[in-house]
Structures are given as C-alpha cells and as structure tokens.
C-alpha cells in the first residue's frame, strides 16, 4: 500500500514528464530521472515476447546525457512542436521505497506548416524510487503500440 503523498508525487513526476519534454527542457526531464537510471523505448511485440531489441537505449543516466546532447548540439532535423497527453497513473506495486507504475501516452508531433499527427501511442512503464517523499524514476521504458514511427526518432518520448 501506498500512502497519498506518494500517490500525489508519482501522479506529479508523471505529468512533469511530459510537461517538461512539451517545453523542450530536457534538464528538467533529465533531473527526473535517478542517478542509477535507465531509459528504453520498445515495441509492445517485443516487451511481450521478452526481446531485448529496442528502437532506443540508455543503460545509464550518463547515456541518456550524451543523447540528449547529440540531440541538441550534433543532430540537424526538422524542427516539430510535441504534446503528450498522457493518463492517470497506475500504481502496479510498491515495495517499500520502489513503486511500478504505468501510464497510457498518446504524443503528437506539430510540423512549422501547423499540421499535426499521432506520432506515437503506447504506454509509460516506470519504477520508481523515493528518496523522501521526492519520486525519482530508477528505470523508464516506453512501450510503444505504433512501432511504425512516421519520422526519425530524435527525442525522447
């Protein structure tokens, strides 16, 4: 069982999540994440048949730095607006200091013509960790239904 305040920090982490990757600031999104973090987007076929293969991974919090760097210094791609609309949390265990929690995400991408698209929908698999009554997230994996992504995939989901 999982007290209020805890409840309220896992439903506040999850909706900063998307909010801080809508307003393009990926150190605040980077702060969310624990310091032993990983990061992985993959194909529900693949989480479901246990494969290891995924479409992006960051096996440390280190890795999930250097991309965003790449992303932001390196990479040349056209410039996109994103919006997540992401559901309610919900809580699947919690242990002690650790919490599983899931959430359904439906992201749009809004090219400079204005014209706007499902980019990807699926759901946010995350374990948490408290430190206090402050949420971090240990590990983030992005399982996502719509394996078909219409563009590159640069940023994070």
């Not at 250097?66 to 949390?89: E, Q, S």
């Amino acid at each position: 069982m999982i007290d209020l305040a805890r409840r309220v920090a896992v439903q506040d982490l999850v909706a900063h999540y998307g909010g801080l990757l809508d307003r393009e600031d990926y150190q605040g999104w980077l702060d969310l994440f624990d310091a032993a973090a990983s990061y992985r987007i993959a194909p529900r076929e693949n989480i479901d048949q246990n494969l290891p293969a995924s479409l992006m991974l960051c096996e440390t919090k280190k890795a999930l730095t250097d991309r965003l760097v790449a992303m932001l210094k390196a990479n040349k791609y056209r410039p996109i607006v994103v919006r997540h609309v992401i559901g309610a949390p919900e809580l699947i265990e919690a242990d002690g200091e650790r919490v599983r929690a899931q959430a359904a995400y439906s992201l749009y991408h809004v090219d400079g013509d204005g014209h706007a698209e499902l980019y990807s929908i699926g759901c946010y698999d995350f374990r948490l960790v408290f430190v206090g009554e402050r949420a971090a997230i240990r590990d983030a994996v992005v399982i996502v239904d719509s394996f078909l992504i219409p563009t590159l995939l640069v940023k994070p989901i």
